[in-house]
T-cell receptor
Framework: QQQVKQSPQSLIVQKGGISIINCAYE??????FPWYQQFPGKGPALLIA?????SEKKEGRFTISFNKSAKQFSLHIMDSQPGDSATYFC????????????FGEGTQLTVNP | GAVVSQHPSWVICKSGTSVKIECRSL??????MFWYRQFPKQSLMLMAT?????????EQGVEKDKFLINHASLTLSTLTVTSAHPEDSSFYIC??????????FGEGSWLTVV
């Protein structure tokens, strides 16, 4: 059972544009929602994370929007740059699981110059 | 710098042999580490949870006798792929929690079985 669904599968954005990636989860026990960035041949790197007690978190050009009632969260990348081209994964976990993450399917982002 | 280190970064082995991949937490102790497998253009698939001082917990469908996990210390977990076959060729990634829910991943290890 896929507990975290991510869309779109791929995304092409022009430089300077806004990239938006969406995720939906099923398990209401999840209480931690990170986003990871992965470049080809590398391990995922933590980008930004949010807990369900806040509706938005911003770090530089990256913003997470969280809608608890809809069980959805999204990543917004403002002023997208070619260097942002990578695969992005949303994930979810809950405290009693330790660090056990459930990942979305991933979104391959391409930012054209 | 990296807080979770994997070694080797890539390895080629012959079919039927065994290969070991190490995962180290560099500046923190991790009682639990996780091993993932990732095929090209796919998401990370959790294989097992490595527990220091006890047996690993395997996900459904993962052969525990084929993928041996040892968590001998608070900073080291190893994954041994036994009797490797070409279908075991994949990108293997480990992760460890530094505290709370903050999780760091290793750089991954490419395994090619020929």
């Amino acid at each position: 059972q896929q507990q975290v669904k991510q869309s779109p599968q791929s995304l092409i954005v022009q430089k300077g544009g806004i990239s938006i990636i969406n995720c939906a989860y099923e398990n209401t026990a999840f209480d931690y929602f990170p986003w990871y960035q992965q470049f080809p041949g590398k391990g995922p790197a933590l980008l930004i994370a949010i807990r369900p007690d806040v509706s938005e978190k911003k770090e530089g050009r990256f913003t997470i929007s969280f809608n608890k009632s809809a069980k959805q969260f999204s990543l917004h990348i403002m002023d997208s740059q070619p260097g942002d081209s990578a695969t992005y994964f949303c994930a979810a976990s809950f405290e009693t699981s330790g660090s056990r993450l459930t990942f979305g399917e991933g979104t391959q982002l391409t930012v054209n110059p | 710098g990296a807080v979770v280190s994997q070694h080797p970064s890539w390895v080629i082995c012959k079919s039927g042999t065994s290969v070991k991949i190490e995962c180290r937490s560099l500046d923190f102790q991790a009682t639990t580490m996780f091993w993932y497998r990732q095929f090209p253009k796919q998401s990370l698939m959790l294989m097992a949870t490595s527990n220091e001082g006890s047996k690993a917990t395997y996900e459904q469908g993962v052969e525990k006798d084929k993928f041996l996990i040892n968590h001998a210390s608070l900073t080291l977990s190893t994954l041994t792929v036994t009797s490797a076959h070409p279908e075991d060729s994949s990108f293997y990634i480990c992760s460890a929690g530094k505290g709370g829910n903050t999780i760091y991943f290793g750089e991954g290890s490419w395994l090619t079985v020929v």
